[in-house]
């Protein structure tokens, strides 16, 4: 089964193909820390940009492995795609941008990305 997300004003959609997930990472690094992601990890190939490339920025810091995505309107990062510690091509879904999933019912997995 597929889900959905979007940025806030709702011009980038993106489809997952795959159950919403019943875990979520927060990470503690300078940058999840301070915009409160809930992060769920998908091959590439399950992810789809269903609308607004056109709308897309992007933001890259440290090690630039992750491309931050980001609604040049909203300011909304509801994803970023980069590459796994395995090489795979993956992309980081924010599941607060993702309006099926029930937040309180996930099981949180804390990452101290700030010692990377």
């Known amino acids: 089964m597929a889900y959905e997300g979007s940025c806030h004003c709702g011009a980038v959609t993106y489809s997952v193909e795959s159950d919403i997930p019943d875990t979520a990472m927060?990470?503690?690094?300078?940058?999840?820390?301070r915009k409160?992601?809930?992060?769920t990890f998908v091959p590439i190939d399950r992810f789809r940009l269903e609308s607004g490339a056109d709308k897309l920025k992007s933001y890259q810091f440290n090690k630039h492995n992750i491309d931050h995505q980001f609604?040049?309107?909203?300011?909304?990062?509801s994803f970023s795609v980069g590459t796994g510690p395995d090489g795979a091509k993956m992309a980081a879904v924010n599941l607060r941008?993702?309006?099926a999933?029930?937040?309180?019912?996930?099981?949180?997995?804390k990452?101290?990305?700030?010692?990377f």
């Open 26 to 33: 927060s990470c503690n690094c300078s940058h999840c820390r």
């Open 101 to 109: 999933a029930d937040l309180d019912a996930l099981n949180i997995q």
């Open 36 to 39: 409160g992601f809930l992060l």
């Open 71 to 77: 609604c040049a309107d909203c300011g909304c990062q």
């Open 97 to 99: 941008c993702v309006p």
């Open 111 to 115: 990452v101290d990305g700030a010692s």
